[in-house]
């Protein structure tokens, strides 16, 4: 069964950039699924950012599009986010998912990333 | 963009008793990209229905889903300790590729 674990620095100062990374294991990135970044602020709901194909095409949510960056490394089996010009708002546990069929499948474990000085 | 608003946002109950979870969309919804979730303090979501109404590997049958169009209901038969948790809905559109509600909350009395 596919497993997903992300891994950032926890600790992002306010206009840096956010930066992610997923480790799959228990299967290819590059087997034909769209991978997605989630997020969701402390005590909130979920936040959908955007997602990536084995091919390299994405999308992303409109209202994080200017900041967002989504890209993978097929040879590690991995993909990443970047969120660049960050604020108190962008502090949330994100987590990194599998998509299957129009529903996110798999999920990692998520991270808490805190922006503050 | 489809909005979905669950209801209620906290629904108290009893092990053993009926749940109702409910989410209704702004727009009509293909039930083909209507899905819920289940998320358990300090965990991520777990998918529990896709296709409004199929039930993901492993989810036991005291969970099942019904709806179609902008109305969707989440029932879970006889409630187990463990199912007291926080239940997403998500719809599946053009970007925002997934849309969520805001949750509801479903807690022991």
């Known amino acids: 069964q596919v497993q997903l674990q992300e891994s950032g620095p926890g600790l992002v100062k306010p206009s840096g950039t956010l930066s992610l990374t997923c480790a799959v294991s228990g299967g290819s990135i590059s087997s034909g699924y769209w991978w997605s970044w989630v997020r969701q602020p402390p005590g909130k709901g979920l936040e959908w950012i955007g997602e990536i194909s084995h091919t390299g095409s994405t999308n992303y949510d409109p209202s994080l599009r200017s900041r967002v960056t989504i890209s993978l490394d097929k040879s590690k089996n991995q993909f990443f986010l970047q969120l660049s010009t960050v604020t108190a708002a962008d502090t949330a546990v994100y987590y990194c998912a599998r998509n299957g069929d129009y529903v996110l499948e798999y999920w990692g474990q998520g991270t808490l990333i805190t922006v503050s000085s | 963009e489809i909005v979905l608003t669950q209801s209620p946002g906290t629904l108290s109950l009893s092990p053993g008793e009926r749940a109702t979870l409910s989410c209704r969309a702004s727009q009509t919804v293909s039930s083909n990209y209507f899905a819920w979730y289940q998320q358990k303090p300090g965990q991520a979501p777990r998918l529990l229905i896709s296709?409004?109404?199929t039930r993901a590997t492993g989810i036991p049958d005291r969970f099942s889903g019904s709806g179609s169009g902008t109305d969707f209901t989440l029932t879970i038969s006889r409630l187990e300790p463990e199912d007291f948790a926080v239940y997403y809905c998500?719809?599946?559109?053009?970007?925002?590729?997934?849309?969520f509600g805001q949750g509801t909350k479903l807690e022991i009395k």
């Open positions: 998500q719809q599946y559109g053009s970007p925002p590729r997934y849309t």
């Open positions: 296709g409004a109404s």
